[in-house]
């Protein structure tokens, strides 16, 4: 021990100078870092209640609560913190989806009542609400799930439009695999999906591997996968939560693969319906679309025999004789249905109710009648030269491709109309006509602009690639007709569909003339229905509401007891619509026949 | 299994299993406790001590004052939700935690993180040692009632907090090293700033020699004082600062380098004195080395690039069946985690395994037996005690 030991330490008094360092008031001086975690803020407006923040929280500090009532897309739901749990750690912030949640770098706040540190942010106003620095989800590439959806695989164009073979590849274990990874089990998607599908659950069915079950959840709801699986119009992947930072899931796709990858002989083993007791009661059904199918699959499994009155040779309506071979092969179409049939249920093929048997008759022999006959009528343009009979409805060209008849391809064709029966028969005539010359001669042409074309924007894109001119925004005119054959169509621009109220009320100029050069002319602007088969005495007894469609009350009941319809004729048209519409008038015809009131 | 070489006849006899028999009743001896609040560890844990007059004659540490079970919670969260829940292992040092549980899940799932993330990392941890270091190494003259290097020391450290409050977004929970990558870059100016504050660590590093090893009050209490005998290192599993106090290199960083630590220069300090000064001055040289690897870090470190690797959804993420041992250096010294996983989104078993376990059981109650009451404090500061790592 040296005498410098001792002396040493006194050099801390050089110190005594200096200036104090101690922060005099830190509550008002001192802000937060730029990324400090500090209290929630929410955009309630931008947020969708989806619930991921409070699946991630550790602590269950979140809770979702009532906000406004749920609308499509939207669970009415906002995240509510419990600051006596949270411990900002910000995984909320950075999982959210719609980036609406996250943190400012406010973090005092004095309070005597304990409950206050429970609140809703953006909904209990706060003065930290308009404060712009805190941490926010980082940037780039820091994702929780893949924002990249796995690219489905296609034909490629050239080698599609020579042929009607299935142009949607589908997913192989690995894609799908991937893509069902992406989902955050959110569930907005069921509330969206008219069938209510459980979607996550089917698609956590295929992250564990375990297709049966899959297949269990997808018929719980839609007895018919595999043309849902390939056509459904996918309502549930516009609302996708994930889809606000990158792509929706491909929902779709992905039912098609569990539906694909399940043999159907194995299907009434793992859905357990080898053994159905048959209560002794008959149902008719009238067409065998999606919600007559969707109504005779749930009713047979209540055990009520279900006879099926179909006016083609084959069942599907719409689905089969709607819809090209190349959205959906027609043997996709057969096992649906014919896993249907093995529950016991009958078709009458080429019967039509109203010709070869009356609608009276049916409610004599049977204790309920429920009708789906959709929209088979075509409509006209009405235009002068609509009346030639080179002018032809999509509704029946397509309907004669699948019977096999002969139809008439022109070289130069144009079809009116933008929907996606349109695209169907613009596509399905372009294979046509490539076959018979060897090139793609055909014009689309609708009311609407290219942005407000009805029709699916994958459909406008694939019709391009396969050779045909889309020119939407022009009016038909008239059909110029010489030597009895249409030469073309003269149309004049298309300004505007609505008036300020929102009626149909296209605005033309009349002076901006185009012609479209075309032998043959299809119409292609919407169905109409065909109630001529309800006999007179009975369709006094309904009542008819806006478009002229019947009333029916929740369970698609019309105001006479026994008579239950649904689908196109309803509500759609689609066919998730139909098919629920089917389920929920299954459900309502045996309550109706038990005598089950609310 | 070991026998302490002191005279014990004013000590309670031992029973045949080694047991000492303290008979209360004839007013030799004294129970005190000493805990579960007390300076000198952070975190609740206590010791009951058998005195004689002053001196204390027999140790038992009681640990189970925290109430947690975090490795058995977590095999009730998804990988993603462990993360917030690990870093309560140790709360003076939360960066390792991170680390360790991000290292076992990228090592099973087989995700290799971005050049830019593990330099980060490198950096988070170091910053988190410097932090600790800047508290410990005063804090160990605090013990002895000195507390003004202390002050000294956390008000650097305070700067240093400041600086992972704009790296990280939190103060003490940072938060920031997750499986496959880190939660942000370095924002704009922040290496400047970390320099103005190493700079002040420069300052500080000569004051406190002066303040501290050249005290003679300090060398008196400390030399000599709860000397571990080399042998004990292996026996005992000792780690870190204690172990390289008794001769003995032990640091992960050298001797099974991580992250990008071989491109790093740096030659951990030992001493072969082995007592609470020592085990003090190695800590001093290692809070000196940390503020060399972090100028290191920041000079090779790449200004830009990915933070985080994709990983599977982390709502579901599984990992496959599996387990691993990770370990890194931390300031206390070897900090490992084992992970089981099971093939579910879940962890089946998290074990941690910190040096303050065996630092602060079967040690800490031999080298206190012949210590003096006052000394207690400082024998566990000398040995990082941390007692949330032993409760875990």
């Keep these: ?598 | 299994m070991f026998t302490i070489n002191n005279d014990r006849s004013k000590f309670p006899e031992l029973d045949d299993a080694g047991n000492a028999l303290i008979d209360l009743t004839s007013h030799k001896y004294l129970k005190l406790w000493q805990g579960p609040q007390h300076p000198g560890v952070t975190g609740n844990m206590s010791l009951e001590l058998t005195v004689t007059g002053d001196e204390i004659v027999e140790s038992k540490t009681h640990v189970g004052y925290l109430h947690r079970g975090f490795e058995k919670l977590m095999e009730r969260r998804t990988f993603i939700q462990c993360f917030p829940t690990c870093i309560r292992l140790c709360v003076a040092e939360p960066d390792p935690n991170e680390y360790l549980l991000s290292s076992c899940v990228e090592e099973l799932a087989g995700i290799e993180v971005p050049e830019t993330a593990q330099w980060l990392r490198m950096l988070a941890l170091e910053m988190a040692r410097l932090q600790v270091l800047l508290r410990q190494v005063p804090g160990q003259a605090g013990t002895f009632a000195l507390g003004l290097g202390y002050q000294w020391g956390n008000y650097i450290r305070d700067l240093i907090l400041d600086r992972f409050e704009e790296l990280t977004g939190g103060r003490v929970y940072h938060m920031y090293i997750l499986p496959g990558g880190v939660r942000g870059l370095l924002p704009n100016g922040f290496k400047n700033r970390l320099e103005e504050n190493l700079k002040l660590v420069d300052e500080f590093l000569p004051n406190v020699w002066d303040l501290i090893y050249t005290n003679s009050v300090f060398k008196k209490r400390a030399k000599g004082l709860a000397v571990i005998p080399k042998e004990w290192i292996d026996q005992y599993g000792i780690y870190g600062p204690a172990a390289r106090a008794a001769g003995i290199m032990r640091d992960v960083r050298k001797t099974h380098p991580y992250l990008f630590y071989s491109e790093i220069d740096f030659e951990p300090f030992t001493t072969d004195e082995s007592d609470v000064f020592a085990r003090s001055l190695v800590r001093w040289h290692d809070l000196k080395m940390t503020v060399d690897i972090i100028r290191q870090i920041l000079a090779k470190m790449p200004e830009k690039g990915d933070i985080k690797a994709p990983t599977p959804n982390v709502m579901h993420w599984k990992i496959p069946k599996g387990e691993t041992y990770v370990k890194c250096e931390s300031s206390r010294g070897e900090y490992g985690m084992y992970l089981v996983t099971d093939g579910s989104d879940k962890p089946r078993r998290v074990n941690l395994k910190g040096p303050s376990y065996t630092h602060a059981t079967s040690v800490l109650e031999k080298l206190l037996v012949n210590a003096n009451i006052a000394d207690t404090a400082a024998i566990m500061v000398s040995l990082a005690t941390c007692p949330p790592e032993i409760e875990r």
């Excluded at chain 1, 008031?25 to 730029?34: H, K, L, Q």
């Excluded at chain 1, 429920?370 to 999509?394: A, K, M, Q």
């Excluded at chain 1, 001119?469 to 010489?482: D, F, H």
Aim: charged letters at 25%.
């Design chain 1, 1 to 598: 021990m040296s005498l410098k030991d001792v002396l040493t330490p006194f050099t801390a008094w050089k110190r005594i100078a200096k200036e104090p360092v101690t922060v005099i008031d830190p509550f008002n001086d001192r802000p937060g870092a730029d990324r400090y975690r500090g209290f929630h803020q929410n955009d309630v407006e931008k947020c969708i209640g989806c619930g991921t923040c409070e699946a991630i929280c550790e602590n269950e500090a979140i809770d979702m609560v009532p906000f406004k009532d749920p609308i499509s897309g939207d669970s009415g739901l906002r995240p509510s913190l419990d600051y006596g749990r949270c411990c900002w750690c910000a995984l909320c912030v950075d999982v959210c989806t719609t980036n609406s949640l996250k943190l400012s770098n406010e973090y005092t706040w004095i309070t005597t009542d304990p409950e206050d540190f429970r609140f809703t942010p953006g909904v209990d106003k706060k003065s930290w609400d308009e404060n712009d620095k805190g941490w926010v989800k980082p940037e780039p590439n820091y994702e929780f799930y893949n924002t990249q959806r796995v690219e489905m695989e296609h034909l490629h164009p050239e080698e599609r439009v020579d042929s009607f073979i299935e142009m949607v590849k589908g997913y192989s274990h690995e894609q799908a695999l991937a893509e069902a990874d992406r989902c955050v089990e959110c569930g907005i998607c069921i509330a969206t999906c008219p069938a209510h599908m459980g979607i996550p659950e089917y698609i956590k069915a295929i992250r564990n591997e375990d297709l049966e079950e899959g297949l269990r959840i997808l018929y719980e709801t839609n007895p018919l996968p595999e043309i849902c699986g390939r056509i459904c119009t996918h309502k549930c992947e516009t609302v996708c939560s994930i889809g606000y930072k990158g792509d929706p899931l491909s929902i779709r796709w992905l039912k098609r693969y569990i539906a694909d990858q399940v043999p159907s002989e194995r299907y009434q083993s793992i859905l357990n319906t080898n053994d159905i007791n048959n209560n002794g009661k008959r149902i008719a059904i009238i067409g065998s679309g999606p919600a007559g199918l969707s109504a005779a699959h749930y009713l047979a499994l209540m055990g009520y025999q279900c006879t099926i009155f179909e006016q083609y040779e084959k069942a599907g309506g719409m689905m089969r004789y709607g819809i090209p071979e190349y959205r959906l092969p027609y043997d996709q179409i057969d096992k649906d249905i014919d896993y249907i049939l093995s529950l016991g249920v009958e078709i009458k093929y080429n019967t039509r109710v109203g010709r070869d048997i009356t609608l009276d008759q049916l409610s004599q022999d049977f204790d309920a009648v429920f009708s789906g006959t959709g929209l088979h009528l075509g409509r006209s343009t009405g235009i002068e030269g609509s009346d030639n009979e080179h002018v032809y409805y999509s509704t029946d060209l397509l309907r004669q491709i699948t019977e096999g008849k002969d139809i008439e391809v022109a070289e130069h064709i144009v079809v009116i109309g933008g929907g996606n029966v349109a695209m169907d028969i613009t596509r399905s005539l372009a294979r046509m006509q490539k076959v018979k010359y060897g090139k793609v001669n055909i014009i689309a042409t609708s009311l609407e602009k290219e942005e407000n074309m009805p029709a699916d924007r994958e459909e406008v894109v694939e019709s391009r690639e396969e050779g045909a001119v889309l020119m939407p925004g022009w009016a038909p005119q008239r059909i110029e007709i010489q030597h009895g054959r249409p030469t073309g169509l003269h149309v004049v621009k298309c300004n505007s569909l609505f008036d300020d109220t929102g009626r149909f009320n296209p605005q033309c100029d009349m002076e901006v003339k185009n012609f479209f050069e075309g032998s043959m002319i299809v119409q292609s602007i919407g169905q109409g229905m065909d109630l001529s088969y309800v006999d007179e005495k009975w369709m006094e007894g309904l009542s008819f509401g806006p478009r002229g469609r019947v009333k029916t009350n929740e369970y698609f009941q019309t105001d006479l007891e026994w008579f239950f319809m649904g689908g196109d004729i309803i509500e759609g048209p689609d066919v998730i619509h139909g098919i629920a519409n089917g389920h929920k008038a299954a459900i309502g015809i045996d309550r109706y026949l038990q005598n089950l009131k609310d």
